[in-house]
């Protein structure tokens, strides 16, 4: 089973306009942090927010917000005033607790394209 | 700039050839983890190393290979390498083995012809 499910393949958004990127996370560790990174064309992964499962607020970084639903384990980040230099893949990821590995598991990634 | 630097940016190199890819990571890390992203497959956690020592191992072929030495750095090593291999390969850093911090390096593009 997929442990990191993103169902959106792209997105198209207007410039200026705010966009949801979906995430679903299936776990049974309590102790889990999600995070989302940006992968333009140039290839590199920048990451962008992280959402730790004990933290009772949603997550921000400037135009960035994690809608955090806990009890539906989904993870949706948030673009807010999109730009032009938004348009890239986007990866929600997962790392379970202290019990496991450490390492990040992703999902396929959405594409977004911001439409001047 | 994630602090994480991996060399080289691009490789291309002939089929069953060995080639060895760098990473240094940010100051203060003391984990590194190794990921492939190829089309087909997507991200794919390889391995894992904390101070030196081997941790955890994910998707990691046989023919691949990897050490983190005494500074820190870790090194991908990939031999017998077949078209298939190509791919991103990413290096990231942590303080420690988990937490809440995960630099990824620019990654370096592996092209088998």
């Known amino acids: 089973a997929q442990k990191i499910t993103q169902t959106q393949p792209g997105m198209f958004v207007q410039e200026k306009e705010a966009v949801t990127l979906d995430c679903t996370y299936d776990?049974?560790?309590?102790?889990?942090?999600l995070f989302w990174y940006k992968q333009p064309s140039s290839g590199e992964m920048i990451f962008l927010i992280y959402q730790g499962s004990y933290d009772q607020q949603n997550a921000t970084e400037g135009r960035y917000s994690l809608n955090f639903q806990k009890a539906r384990k989904s993870a949706n980040l948030v673009i807010s005033a999109s730009q032009l230099g938004d348009s890239a893949m986007y990866f929600c990821?997962?790392?379970?607790?202290?019990?496991?590995?450490?390492?990040?598991?992703f999902g396929k990634g959405t594409k977004l394209s911001v439409k001047p | 700039d994630s602090g994480v630097t991996q060399t080289p940016k691009h490789l291309i190199t002939a089929t069953g050839q060995r080639v060895t890819l760098r990473c240094s990571p940010r100051?203060?890390?003391?984990?590194v983890y190794w990921y492939q992203q190829s089309l087909d497959q997507g991200l794919q956690f390889l391995i894992q190393?904390?101070?030196?020592?081997?941790?955890a191992k994910g998707n990691i072929l046989e023919r691949f290979s990897a050490q983190q030495f005494p500074d820190l750095h870790s090194e991908l090593n990939l031999s017998s390498l077949e078209l298939g291999d190509s791919a991103l390969y990413f290096c990231a850093s942590s303080p420690r083995g988990g937490g809440e911090e995960a630099f990824f390096g620019q990654g370096t593009r592996l092209t088998v012809v």
């Open positions: 990821a997962m790392r379970e607790g202290p019990g496991s590995q450490g390492n990040l598991i």
């Open positions: 776990t049974s560790d309590p102790s889990y942090g």
């Open positions: 100051s203060g890390d003391l984990s």
């Open positions: 190393y904390y101070n030196g020592e081997e941790r």
